[in-house]
């Protein structure tokens, strides 16, 4: 939708009342109003607002959203761990975003930070096998998580490198783990290991 400098333009709607861009629309039915003010060149994009439906979640295992939120994730495997493939765009904040592990007294636990983590990559989560893990994504924009059977997990057979933070499956003899930078830089870095059957 274009609009010479200076002009206004608007979506049918049997409102009166505008909803000006910069910010997220109501989530009130449309349609709406919508006014472009301008003494220069503009573009105006719509971006859906991810529609949160717990049981297609629970179904597909797939959570998405948009902003800071609360949500329960539920093992699907119960007494296992499972891994977490997750997507998480930043917003401005300084160390990039958070995702905080809540108890049942809503005391916090850092799971994950964009400072850390990255903003895409994979973890494990239900550590002990637990049957559910409430989850606070806070400094976000757009975010995703995904649950996936731990036995999806690449196995490792060999030598390996990546960026960020990653899950790997070994069915192989005793062997030492050996972990070390590939860069310059002296970031967070660690590895640990999870019994299938979830002990750490």
């Known amino acids: 939708m274009t609009a010479p400098t200076g002009s206004r333009t608007a979506a049918t709607s049997s409102s009166t009342r505008p909803a000006r861009c910069g910010r997220p629309c109501p989530s009130r039915p449309a349609p ?3 006014t472009v003010e301008a ?3 503009w573009s105006l994009t719509p971006r859906p607002l991810p529609v949160f439906d717990p049981a297609v979640a629970r179904a597909t295992g797939v959570h998405q959203g948009r902003g800071g939120t609360t949500l329960t994730l539920v093992n699907p495997d119960p007494g296992r761990p499972a891994v977490l493939e997750y997507a998480i765009q930043s ?4 160390f990039g975003h958070t995702v ?3 108890d049942e007294y809503d005391d916090e636990d850092r799971f994950l930070s964009g400072a850390d983590n990255g903003e895409q990559g994979r973890t494990l989560l239900f550590r002990k096998g637990e049957p559910e893990v409430r ?3 806070d400094n976000a ?3 995703s998580l995904r649950l996936l059977p731990a036995g ?8 390996v490198q990546g960026v960020g933070s990653a899950v790997f499956r070994y069915d192989g ?3 030492l783990l050996g972990l070390r930078r590939t860069t310059s830089d002296d970031g967070p870095l660690s590895t640990r290991t999870v019994q299938a059957r979830g002990k750490t």
């Open 135 to 137: 989850l606070r994504v």
């Open 39 to 41: 003494d220069g060149p």
């Open 100 to 102: 905080t592990m809540l």
């Open 91 to 94: 917003d401005s904040a300084l």
């Open 173 to 175: 003899p005793p062997a």
């Open 141 to 143: 924009v757009d975010w």
């Open 152 to 159: 999806q997990a690449p196995a490792l057979t060999g030598p």
């Open 32 to 34: 709406w109003l919508i």
